[in-house]
């Protein structure tokens, strides 16, 4: 049912986020989607641009199961896999950007996804997630401080429109890791 509900009610909002990720994501960069779901937003990304290399993770292995049915045709650039945000199943360092849509509030413990999602990105990567209001940025923000982790810009929140009748609005919120 969540399948459907994200492709079809939620399809203005991850078209929105897609077309910010094809602007920001560099060159035949690797891009993460943390809390992917049934994978939607990895099929839009992937529509508009075909030199991403593109992950998703899911905690939930049901959701993970749809997601690989939705992105079959992509081939091996588009992948998911069942992954919980503050223990991340991949290597360090291995993703250009990492995206997050409506899935940080959610999450169990916020604070120990900070240092997890640090981990993964490179030097220069940026850190963009797409949620309600009430998502945790407080705590990833201040988890981020107390750690000296994405240091690489000032952290950055924008209100931006969903497209949709409710909600109408969610917070894009970016944080980046140093530059070497």
Known sequence: MYDRAARYLFRRLYRRIAEDVAVLAPDDAA?????????VLLVEIARRRDDLRLTG???SADMVEAAKRNVA?????????????????????SYDLIVSSL???HWDDPAGAVPELAR????????????LGFAPFDVLVDTARERSLF??????????????????????????????
Request: hydrophobic fraction near 35%.
């Open 31 to 39: 891009v993460l989607d943390v809390g992917t779901g049934p994978g």
């Open 57 to 59: 993770v899911d905690l």
């Open 73 to 93: 045709a992509f081939g091996e650039r588009v992948t998911a896999q069942v992954g919980d945000v503050a223990d991340l199943p991949l290597p360090d360092q």
């Open 103 to 105: 899935s940080a509030h």
């Open 120 to 131: 993964v990105l490179r030097p220069g990567g940026r850190l963009v997630i797409y949620d």
């Open 151 to 180: 240091t690489g810009a000032p952290v950055r929140q924008t209100r931006i429109r969903t497209g949709l009748l409710f909600p109408r609005h969610c917070i894009r919120h970016v944080m980046t890791s140093p530059s070497k």
